[in-house]
């Protein structure tokens, strides 16, 4: 199941991205070919308009926005009814949590799996 929550002070501050969908195998996973481009997208729409600390690896994506402006907001605010919106059709494979936050201990408590680079 793919999980997506935000950092301490809610969306705006930044969000985590974690787990594998599991719909379909490798290569053929719409559910995780979704997730992954809306938040790729919205990263790269980031970048180009603040400065962002992020941390991406296989399965699993932090990114912190240090400075949140308007235009941040609503980077944040599309990336997030677009998940939710799969996440309506695919309760099973992506959760979007609304509040709150994990923090890494709880992280691991609940078998989030944090994997080695892709690159």
């Known amino acids: 199941m793919i999980n997506v929550y935000p950092i301490k002070g809610g969306y705006r501050r930044g969000f985590i991205v974690t787990g594998h969908a599991e719909y379909?195998?490798?290569?053929?996973?719409?559910?995780?070919?979704?997730?992954s481009a809306i938040t790729q997208t919205v990263?790269?729409?980031?970048?180009?308009?603040?400065?962002?600390e992020k941390n991406v690896k296989n399965g699993y994506m932090m990114v912190?926005?240090?400075?949140?402006?308007?235009?941040?907001?609503?980077?944040i605010d599309m990336m997030v009814n677009g998940l939710q919106h799969?996440?309506?059709?695919?309760?099973e494979y992506v959760q979007v949590w609304k509040d709150g936050h994990i923090d890494e201990d709880?992280?691991?408590?609940?078998?989030y799996r944090t994997t080695?680079?892709?690159r």
Do not use: F
């Open 24 to 35: 379909a195998p490798h290569g053929m996973d719409i559910v995780c070919a979704s997730i």
């Open 43 to 52: 990263v790269m729409g980031l970048e180009t308009v603040a400065v962002i």
């Open 86 to 91: 799969i996440s309506k059709q695919y309760r």
């Open 106 to 111: 709880e992280r691991v408590q609940r078998g």
């Open 64 to 75: 912190e926005i240090p400075n949140p402006s308007d235009i941040t907001d609503v980077l």
């Open 116 to 118: 080695q680079s892709a």
